[in-house]
């Protein structure tokens, strides 16, 4: 199998032919080739000048875990900036698979919209993908919704009407801005 097991940062980085690679990665990964581009001696040493997702950022504490990946807390080393980490195991998806989880990635990078969680880059390591996001100090919606006192969860009053309307506005103003970038 040609499957890539080594190192591999999705970001332009400041190499100009990691770039080319990179962009043409970008565009053309149902295309004819695109795999044997990618997996070719120049690619793979431009690859290996990236730094690891471990030489950039140090990870914390597990946030949570779902179905597809866990999710940790890191630490830019270069700035010491908070972001999130989510951890996708690629073991058992087929090359298709990973190659749709790639351009999903791809399609991350180019969003930006203050109600989407914002993209900073992406590693592939030994059989996991990390995607690395801006960090939301205050939680997410999901674990707001889900807080229960009788597990001993923090439990805030019941969100205000107006904040609901709120959050609904801003859950489809986000919704509109992923749907726009299809």
């Given amino acids: 199998s040609s499957s890539y097991k080594g190192v591999h940062n999705f970001e332009t980085g400041t190499n100009h032919r990691t770039t080319a690679c990179v962009r043409w990665f970008g565009k053309a990964l149902s295309r004819a080739g695109a ?58 998806f087929s090359e298709r698979h990973r190659e749709e989880l790639r351009n999903e990635v791809m399609v991350m990078r180019q969003l930006s919209h203050p109600n989407v969680v914002a993209y900073e880059e992406s590693f592939e390591e030994a059989d996991s993908l990390f995607i690395v996001m801006e960090y939301l100090a205050g939680g997410d919606l999901g674990r707001r919704i889900k807080e229960d006192p009788s597990r001993g969860d923090v439990a805030p009053d019941p969100l205000p009407e107006e904040e609901i309307w709120s959050v609904l506005i801003q859950l489809v103003e986000g919704l509109d801005h992923l749907h726009s970038r299809r």
Avoid at 38 to 59: D, I, N
Avoid at 60 to 84: C, H, I, M, N, P
């Fill in 35 to 92: 795999k044997e581009r990618l997996h070719s001696p120049a690619c793979a040493a431009q690859r290996s000048m990236s730094p690891t997702l471990h030489e950039s950022y140090v990870l914390g504490d597990q946030l949570g875990k779902g179905t597809t990946g866990t999710v940790y807390r890191a630490r830019r080393r270069s700035d010491r900036a908070e972001f999130v980490v989510k951890q996708i195991s690629l073991a058992g």
